[in-house]
């Protein structure tokens, strides 16, 4: 494609650093500062409806506003747990720290007043998108933590590198569209014959008012909710790939264009169903490409290279928006 331009403005706060203790404590830094900053966005910030800081619960709650207010243990035992809900009130989102140090993240809606210090609220309807995951590693050193929030509050994402250079933990939260400005239609599905195109018959289940996507890292679940409380199905995703593209999946592709075609080696994310009555392209996330092999975390793809902007970031196989002025440090 050509050189894709965003579909959406950005505030971002990006290369926080923090120095490895221990992987709770890590971990609580990094929900401490999803809470911080999404909550505290300039536009269409995220709700918070509930929480637990492990001391007292309640709706709202006393909310996360420093790592001590996030305390891990087994469900039944006094520890963190938090609802947020969209600016636009059509999806909420659970972060439970109810396993010692992993973490489950639910998708759905959550009964307002339900829920202590000890036990998570009850579910209206919820679907797991990451069960139980400590993310962090043991690993010493720096880690840093980038947060990406959308102005109309409909794509979110918060990323975290290790001192390996490594991509740690990536949440990406995104209402999905039917189509991606820049590709045209059918899209293909690599090396997945189950999911050639998306029809009409296929992608009936598409609602552009209330379908949205989860992902986290190598964890991709979708949901289609509508109002909050009426969550139809999951999928999972696969990367999605445009008929014609000249590149396949596995190429050396860099951070420039193709001599040739001039084409991007960067693919839209999307999610498709996998199930019978649901196999094809559910959605696609606005503003999240899919690069090639031949970049690495922390690279940038720049619309003129000897004038760098930093319009896109790589992190693991994927780039997101990231016109902040700075190059990303893992």
Request: with cysteine; net charge negative; proline share 5%.
């Amino acid at each position: 494609m050509a050189f894709p331009s965003k579909a959406k403005t950005y505030e971002f706060s990006v290369n926080n650093a923090i120095t490895y203790t221990t992987q709770e404590t890590l971990m609580s830094a990094f929900l401490s500062d999803i809470y911080n900053f999404f909550t505290g966005a300039s536009s269409n910030p995220w709700i918070l409806r509930g929480s637990s800081n492990g001391v007292t619960a309640g709706w709202p709650g006393p909310g996360w506003g420093s790592t001590g207010s996030v305390v891990w243990a087994n469900e039944g035992t006094a520890h963190s747990w938090a609802v947020f809900e969209n600016a636009a009130g059509t999806v909420q989102i659970l972060f439970n720290c109810h396993n010692n140090n992993a973490l489950t993240l639910q998708l759905g809606e959550w009964t307002s007043g339900t829920g202590d210090a000890a036990n998570g609220p009850t579910a209206v309807a919820s679907l797991t998108a990451v069960s139980d995951d400590p993310h962090g590693t043991n690993q010493a050193g720096t880690y840093r933590f980038s947060f990406i929030h959308a102005d109309d509050g409909e794509l979110d994402f918060a990323i975290m590198t290790d001192p390996g250079h490594s991509v740690r933990t990536v949440y990406c939260l995104s209402k999905l569209q039917s189509a991606i400005a820049g590709f045209t239609n059918p899209w293909t599905i690599y090396a997945y014959p189950w999911a050639t195109y998306y029809t009409a018959d296929n992608f009936h289940r598409y609602d552009p008012s209330y379908s949205y996507g989860m992902w986290e890292y190598n964890c991709w679940h979708g949901f289609q909710a509508g109002p909050l409380g009426s969550i139809s199905n999951v999928w999972r995703g696969r990367p999605v790939i445009e008929a014609g593209m000249g590149f396949a999946l596995g190429e050396n592709v860099t951070a420039i264009p193709n001599e040739i075609s001039g084409n991007w080696g960067m693919y839209p994310v999307a999610m498709c169903g996998y199930t019978t009555g649901d196999y094809g392209v559910i959605g696609a996330f606005e503003d999240f490409y899919f690069v090639g092999p031949g970049m690495s975390t922390g690279d940038t793809v720049e619309a003129n290279a000897a004038s760098p902007t930093f319009d896109w970031a790589v992190f693991g196989e994927f780039a997101v928006p990231w016109e902040t002025g700075t190059a990303p440090i893992v």
